[in-house]
């Protein structure tokens, strides 16, 4: 007879930690954590993975400050070239945090970004009980990035379909002024980089790999970078 835990351990290889689901569906997981790397390092040692193969997107973003901080919320993807997870990182789950990760409902999310060749939504689907991403809510949350010429019916069939891949709206002229900024620090030894990402403000393009790499490069530092970190 199988025991409750043992019921809640084949429930969570079901939900929440599949690595080959269904063709080409990714299974995300939620962390908490005061940065990218303490977030990337808890959901490697949890679900038995290398950090390498892991991806990550910044859901809201940390802050830390002289009388205060807030984590980094990180929805975190297996790569598909990862494989199946390590099953004996359930084993290590106590029944508390696993009834945790069980109960959890998230409502559906979406994302609007600028990029060089376009503007670019992507809309996921709810876990458990959660909320479907609303059509009126996505075209709000566009006007907002100071676009108003766009294909309304194409966004409504992106919102319906869901399908957690960035499809292109329309073309979108930059404006370069609101584009987000790297600032890159070099401790005083000059063996360690530090890196500071702003975000752009409404009309300002989202930054990319090649603009980090263009950045750490006019700082001399072109060993030793942590790409999975990035």
């Known amino acids: 007879m199988n025991t409750s835990f043992e019921k809640l351990r ?85 029944e508390a945090a696993a009834a945790e990760v069980l109960k959890r409902d998230l409502d559906g999310v979406y994302r609007i970004k600028i990029t060089r060749i376009g503007l670019m939504l992507k809309v996921t689907l709810p876990k458990g009980k959660g909320q479907r991403v609303s059509v009126e809510d996505v075209l709000m949350g566009i006007r907002e990035k100071g676009v108003d010429e766009f294909d309304k019916s194409k966004v409504a069939k992106i919102v319906r379909a869901a399908s957690e891949e960035y499809i292109k709206i329309c073309d979108f002229e930059v404006d370069e002024r609101s584009e987000g900024r790297i600032v890159v620090e070099i401790s005083e030894d000059e063996m360690k980089a530090f890196m500071t990402l702003i975000p752009p403000k409404p009309r300002g393009r989202v930054l990319d790999i090649d603009d980090i790499h263009e950045a750490l490069g006019d700082r001399n530092v072109v060993v030793g970078i942590m790409d999975d970190v990035i």
Do not use: C, H, W
């Not at 990714?26 to 390092?41: F, H």
């Not at 490697?44 to 390498?52: A, F, H, R």
């Open 10 to 94: 084949e429930a969570l290889m079901d939900i929440s930690f599949t690595g080959q689901g269904a063709e080409g569906a990714e299974d995300v997981i939620d962390v908490e954590a005061y940065s990218v790397e303490e977030g990337l390092k808890r959901a490697s040692e949890t679900l038995g993975v290398n950090i390498s193969d892991l991806k990550y997107e910044i859901v809201e973003q940390g802050k830390r400050s002289f009388l205060s901080k807030k984590p980094f919320r990180l929805a975190i993807t297996v790569t598909k070239s990862a494989g199946s997870f390590d099953e004996d990182a359930f084993a290590e789950l106590d």
